[in-house]
Structures are given as C-alpha cells and as structure tokens.
C-alpha cells in the first residue's frame, strides 16, 4: 500500500474514486476536490466539509483493511489454504482455526462476539450465552455504548501485512470522548470485534462520557484496528474538550534496565520537542508533567548494572536513598503518584508497558495513528542506539537549559548536568529523520509542529 501523506487524505480519496467508481451514498466528487484543495492550506481543517471527507476516508480504510482489498497491487500475495468444505481457496486469516472451514459461509461454529472464540471450547457465560467464559464479566449500556472491561486480548503483527506500521511493538491507546449525539451501534460492533473495553473516567465531567481501551495490536493490525474504532466514533459524533487526553501504552516487555536507561536519556533531550508537538493545554497540565531532567538525574554516574538498576528507580519514584521494601511496595500500586509524568515509566514496573500521557485527546484516526506509530518506533530506536551515540548527543547540545519546569520538584535546577536539552527544530529534525519508520510519519511530524507553533514555543 502507498505511502499516505496525512495531510493529503481528501487527494487519496479522490484517486480511490478514480480507480473504484462513484462514491456511496451522498458524497460527490466535487466535494472531495473541494475539500483536496481546502486541506493543501490547513491540513488540520475542522469544517463541516472536511470532516465528512475525514469520515469517507476512514470508513474507506476501514472497509479496504478489513476485506484485504488494499488500494493497489503491490502488496505481497496472502498464503492461502482451500477451504475443507467447499475447496476454494482462501487467505489464512479467513480460514477457521477450529474447524478448517472458510469463515464466510462454511463456518457453523459457535463463537464469543468479543475475542471471536470458539464458544464450545471456552464454554459460555451463564449470563449470556453469546459469550465466553473468559469474557464474561458485568457490563451496562449508557447512552447505547456498552461499557465492559474485557479480557486483554492481543493483536500482533501479521507478517507481509506491514505497509504504514514497520514496527512490530504492540501498542494500546487510552480514547477520552466527553460526549457524542449519535448511534453506536458501529462502534459497539468495532469494540466487540477488537475485545476493547469501555469504562468511566473520572477526570471528564460530561454527560456520556466515556475511554476506550484499546487491545494491543502491533504493525498494520494496530492501524486496522484505530481505523475502524474511529469511524464508529464519527458515526456517533463523538467529540472531545481540553479535558480529554490520549494516553498510548507500548509494550516493553523486552526492555532491561540497560534499554529503559538509553530511553530516558534520549527522552530527557527530546522532551521539549515533544511538548511542542501538543497543544497548549497539554503543556500546563498536572496529569502529564515534564520529567526528562527528573528521570535522567545521576544516570551518567551510575556505571554498574547494580547501580544503573537502583538510579532508575530511584528516579522514577522520587526517592533520595534507596529503599527497597519502599520501591517493590510501590511498583505493585497502580495509581502510584509517579504515574502522572509526561513519560510514565511506573508502568514498565506495573504492567510492562511505557506509557506517554502528552497528546491531547483525539477521535481522528490520522492524529492517533501517526502519534502511536511514532512511539513505537521511539522505543525501537532507544533499544537498538547504542550508549556512545547518546552520549555524543548529551555533549554536543551541553549547556542548551530545558525550557521546561516542574517549580514543586526541588531537583530540577538551571544545571546543564539535570535540564539538557536538543533546541525543538533539531529535535523535530532528529524525529523525522532518525526515528520516523517512512514519509508518513515524517510528514505528521512537521505538520503537526507547524500547525501547533505559529508563534514561539
């Protein structure tokens, strides 16, 4: 699949067109060029108009992921197996694990309308007998959308299927939505589907507020699966304030102290850039605050695998002398107050994963995608960089001060050794160049910066 520049989705669309005929129900052509030239200008356009191309576009994605109709043919060929009961042959993923019968008519198994289970093999929940017994747990229904606490279930990457998203690290977002006016019926669908859950949260005040926590999905899958939750969102009209944030989970589970080190430094130097890729609210906010400098404190000195370990937590919970039954106690807590950073590295402790809390909340497919692609590959690149690499960047941009400040931490000072930092065009230099997978996330990158800082940062 090419290359989708984000700032040109009405021009994808109309080339879709082009290639596959009219489009559906009430959309024209003239209103897809119109919009093409309305985005050249402002990419990031909130107009009745361009939202209703946005919502094209991502129904498009949705229906071409999900069918493997992909918009052209340069794609690897799908392994195929014929079907045990008619003998046509199919992809691998439309063939049922169970039985060997093609999913789209053969198949009679009964299975879980959540994680897709085969329902005789996990037994059925006594309260519903379209669901399995691993997926059974209560739920309610407010405002149509049902609120459940699921299962994790996890979507890896499927191999020859990676085409936007290179890398294979799952990644989980955390959807804030205030209210909507709309029908959820697709997005209950899409929630079933990919075994998402639906909770409360009580940092939004809204009517039908609500999160999505999304299943883990790496490569393509993780693209496929923001796609179709997004459209059931414009079906609904969801909407956000500057109350709702966006919240990515990346796996981390093959990270050691050694790698978690490499990435808080490399973090510590990027901060500021990474702060001017989000809005304003987002900058003075208590629920992600700046930790570059407080994380990196004294990581230089420690030189010992022993030593690397006991810095790191001691960053991460604030402590000034090491106190083990303290830091084990707090490593099983979930809410621990050290959870509120920018980088949230409690996570990796509690759950595996390392948690950005930055973005400002979102329902636009293109923003979520860009933001989640763009932190997987962060933390690739923090595995594989080596120590001497970052070091080289540490001495190269010494004495440029942090222009971030957390004034209730008493470790963060004017000192080049605790608030170093690259200059945002660099920085924003350095992600498009060293860590963007592609052109599409090189291009979100600029865009987004260009848009959030017409003046100075």
Known sequence: MPELEYSDLAREIRDWVNEHGPLPQFYTLTHVQEAAQRQESD???????CERIRWLYNDIMRRTYLTGAWLDDRHPQEETRNCLACGDPQPTYALCDDCGYCTQGCCECRRCQNCNRNLENQGRCEDDEDTCSRCC???????????????????????????????????????????????????????????CSVVTDGSLDGENSFEINTAPAGGDRFVQEIVDLCSGLDIMRAR???????????????????????????YSLLEPTFFALVPGSRRRNNYCMPCGALLQRNL??????????????????QLDGYDEAQIQDRKRQKYDSSRYNALNVHSWYYRG????????????????????????????????????????????????????????DRYIVNDPETSTAMPIEDGIKYLATKVAPNRTVASYIKARYRSLNRRNF
């Open 43 to 49: 990419p990031f356009c909130a107009c009745n108009q």
């Open 137 to 195: 747990r209560s739920y309610h229904t407010r405002g149509g959308v049902e609120f459940r606490t699921r299962e994790v279930m996890f979507h890896p990457a499927q191999p020859g299927r990676q085409f936007l998203n290179p890398s294979t690290r799952m990644v989980a977002v955390e959807i804030e939505v205030d209210h909507y006016n709309g029908n959820a019926t697709q997005l209950n669908r899409s929630l079933r589907q990919w075994n």
């Open 240 to 266: 956000v304030n500057h109350h709702c944030g966006l919240h990515i989970h990346i796996d981390a589970r093959d990270y050691d102290h050694y790698a978690m080190r490499k990435l808080i430094r490399l």
């Open 300 to 317: 230089k000195k420690a030189k010992l695998s022993s030593e690397n370990t006991r810095q790191v937590e001691m960053n991460v919970y």
């Open 353 to 408: 994963t390392v948690e950005c809390r930055l973005h400002a909340g979102s329902t636009r497919a293109e923003r979520i995608i860009g933001w989640g692609i763009l932190w997987a590959c962060f933390l690739d690149h923090c595995k594989a960089i080596r120590d001497n690499d970052i070091l080289k960047l540490e001495r190269k941009y010494l004495g440029q001060l942090n222009p971030l400040r957390r004034p209730v």
